[in-house]
Nanobody, 127 residues
Framework: QVQLVESGGGLVQAGGSLRLSCAAS????????MGWFRQAPGKERDFVAAISRTGSNTYYADSVKGRFTISRDNAKNTVYLQMNGLKPEDTAVYYC????????????????????WGQGTQVTAAS
C-alpha cells in the first residue's frame, strides 16, 4: 500500500501563494499517477490536477489552469502543488491521491479512479 501525507496548507490572503507537498511511503512511488483534489464545505470532492508517473504529463481543472502547477520528485517520493494567485473560491481541504492507472488509462479524473488518499490539508484564501 501507499501512505500519503499532505503538508503546506494554511491561511493566505487572496492573491497569495502556497505550495502543498504530499509525501508518499514505499519504494514504488514512481509507479503511481498522482493527483490533487479539493473539497469545500458542503461540496463534492473536485479534481484539481494530475501528473503522470514520470512527470512528463500534467492535466488541470479549468478553474486552476494557469495558476496552479503540479510537479513531482520521484527521488523524494513527493508530489507538489504550487498554487499562485489564490482566490477565495480555492478555499478547501486539499487531498493528495495516488492511482496505479497509467496516464492514458485515466478517464474523467474523478475520485473513483484513485486508490490511495492522504488525510487532507486545509487551504484558506481570505478575501
Amino acid at each position: 500500500q501507499v501512505q500519503l501525507v499532505e503538508s503546506g496548507g494554511g491561511l493566505v490572503q487572496a492573491g497569495g501563494s502556497l505550495r502543498l507537498s504530499c509525501a508518499a511511503s514505499g519504494r514504488t512511488f514512481s509507479s503511481y499517477t498522482m493527483g490533487w483534489f479539493r473539497q469545500a464545505p458542503g461540496k463534492e470532492r473536485d479534481f484539481v490536477a494530475a501528473i503522470s508517473r514520470t512527470g512528463s504529463n500534467t492535466y488541470y481543472a479549468d478553474s486552476v489552469k494557469g495558476r496552479f502547477t503540479i510537479s513531482r520528485d520521484n527521488a523524494k517520493n513527493t508530489v507538489y502543488l504550487q498554487m499562485n494567485g489564490l482566490k477565495p473560491e480555492d478555499t478547501a481541504v486539499y487531498y493528495c491521491a495516488a492511482t496505479g492507472r497509467r496516464w492514458y488509462e485515466l478517464g474523467p479524473h474523478e475520485p473513483y479512479e484513485y486508490d490511495y488518499w492522504g488525510q487532507g490539508t486545509q487551504v484558506t484564501a481570505a478575501s
